[in-house]
């Protein structure tokens, strides 16, 4: 199950960089300031034409509801910048952590629309 998983996040990684999808190395690309939640690293991110997935870690609570999308508009593309607004306080460790999937319409954006990536890429515990 385990060499399915990261086989999964392989692919997610790579259709993400097909997809023309960036991440940051460092430091966001758009400023966080004033912005809600904590900064939430993530595992993979991949954008079909209408939806954004993100794979993030989770201690076994984590649900949409406790991470926010903010979208900014930088230089006529999408940013998408994934904050935690609720700590998943339980102690069930996922390795492989949980997709959360948004809509473009959940994100205001039209189908289709260029998307890069406002959050640190971390590799999923072992």
């Not at 430091?27 to 991110?45: D, F, R």
């Not at 949980?98 to 205001?108: A, I, N, Q, T, Y």
Request: proline share 6%; charged share 20%.
């Amino acid at each position: 199950m385990r060499d399915s998983i990261i086989g999964r996040l392989a692919l997610i990684a790579a259709a993400s960089a097909s997809l023309a999808a960036c991440a940051t190395g460092g430091e966001p690309s758009v400023s966080t300031q004033g912005m809600p939640g904590a900064l939430e690293p993530i595992h993979a991110a991949a954008f079909t034409k209408d939806e954004a997935v993100f794979w993030v870690s989770s201690n076994g609570c984590t649900d949409k509801e406790d991470l926010i999308p903010i979208v900014s508009l930088q230089g006529g593309a999408a940013v998408i910048t994934l904050r935690r607004i609720d700590e998943d306080k339980c102690r069930q460790d996922l390795v492989e952590g949980v997709e959360l999937k948004w809509s473009f319409e959940e994100l205001g954006l039209p189908a289709g629309s260029p998307i890069s990536v406002n959050n640190p890429y971390q590799l999923p515990r072992s």
